[in-house]
T-cell receptor, first 113, second 113 residues
Framework: KQEVTQIPAALSVPEGENLVLNCSFT??????LQWFRQDPGKGLTSLLL?????REQTSGRLNASLDKSSGRSTLYIAASQPGDSATYLC????????????FGTGTKLQVIP | EPEVTQTPSHQVTQMGQEVILRCVPI?????FYWYRQILGQKVEFLVS????????KSEIFDDQFSVERPDGSNFTLKIRSTKLEDSAMYFC???????????FGSGTQLSVL
């Protein structure tokens, strides 16, 4: 059974700092990994999707990497801003035709002005 | 940008009642999903739907739950005989193919009293 863990559970940083969020998964037989952002009481916004054959994806100030063999992904946020404050979730999809995506526990980020 | 829309945003019901949660997926998407998030817990997969049938479901998705695509645009989740533990945020999602990123709606907060 796939288990997805995110460390740290919460993070508070001053504005402008670069930061790294971590995601680990127990079953490396994944099809892809997706990073989401969740604002309080809101839905999930997709940030980046990394296919299992890829090592990283970039979008603006965000960079996500994937090391499938070690069961790890990182989300790097450059020059953090108060508007980045949210909960960040990673989610993995197994290979083998499964539709289910397994979500991590989330990292709650607060960027202090 | 196209988006997944969900109605209502909040639903309050009495224990034992039936509720229907509604979703309009992105128009050219083929895969539809329901997830839920109990307060303070992980986002959990309920069911995926493709080609007018369930393609995968979790152990949570028992006979109490059903899904339907009654027309070309709506996708519904019916919960029969609601229980207190059904209280959660229910998210609808869609994707163009099973390999593409998931797009989530803003959720329906269900409260069972």
């Amino acid at each position: 059974k796939q288990e997805v863990t995110q460390i740290p559970a919460a993070l508070s940083v001053p504005e402008g700092e670069n930061l790294v969020l971590n995601c680990s998964f127990t079953d490396s037989a994944i099809y892809n990994l997706q990073w989401f952002r969740q604002d309080p009481g809101k839905g999930l916004t997709s940030l980046l999707l990394i296919q299992s054959s890829q090592r990283e994806q970039t979008s603006g100030r965000l960079n996500a990497s994937l090391d499938k063999s070690s069961g790890r992904s990182t989300l790097y946020i450059a020059a953090s801003q108060p508007g980045d404050s949210a909960t960040y979730l990673c989610a993995v999809k197994r290979i083998g035709g499964y539709q289910k995506v397994t979500f991590g526990t989330g990292t709650k980020l607060q960027v202090i002005p | 940008e196209p988006e997944v829309t969900q109605t209502p945003s909040h639903q309050v019901t009495q224990m034992g009642q039936e509720v229907i949660l509604r979703c309009v997926p992105i128009s050219n998407h083929l895969y539809f999903y329901w997830y839920r998030q109990i307060l303070g817990q992980k986002v959990e997969f309920l069911v995926s739907f493709y080609n007018n049938e369930i393609s995968e479901k979790s152990e949570i998705f028992d006979d109490q739950f059903s899904v339907e695509r009654p027309d070309g645009s709506n996708f519904t989740l019916k919960i029969r005989s609601t229980k207190l533990e059904d209280s959660a945020m229910y998210f609808c999602a869609s994707s163009g193919t099973s390999q593409e990123k998931l797009f989530f709606g803003s959720g329906t907060q269900l409260s069972v009293l």
